[in-house]
Nanobody, 114 residues
């Protein structure tokens, strides 16, 4: 059984930064691809960033150069460093573990004011 718990969301002004964390339980973290998704009101959930077990990363075009995904396998934690935040980054951010079965956290709200 895998559980994912996100933290680090909040309210920030445009141009500011936030760092999201996702703590995973279970033994498959280090061998799994981890991802951050987000869902804004009235919109579909979208991929923000992904990191493989080997550390390869991919980003949505909208966040390239501003967001950085990283992982600490010793702590079963994946991070999303978000810089130069924009109002359009406002959404609920979800951590995901990609495996034979996908797992999701409960989400953390990020609100960027203009």
């Amino acid at each position: 059984q895998v559980q994912l718990v996100e933290s680090g969301g909040g309210l920030v002004q445009a141009g500011g930064s936030l760092r999201l964390s996702c703590l995973a339980s279970g033994s498959i973290f280090s061998s799994s691809t981890m991802a951050w998704y987000r869902q804004a009101p009235g919109k579909q959930r979208e991929l923000v960033a992904r990191i493989t077990s080997g550390g390869s990363t991919t980003y949505a075009d909208s966040v390239k150069g501003r967001f950085t995904i990283s992982r600490d396998n010793a702590k079963n934690t994946v991070f999303l460093q978000m810089n130069s935040l924009k109002p359009e980054d406002t959404a609920v951010y979800y951590c995901g573990l990609v495996s034979i079965k996908n797992y999701w956290g409960q989400g953390t709200q990020v609100t960027v004011s203009s």
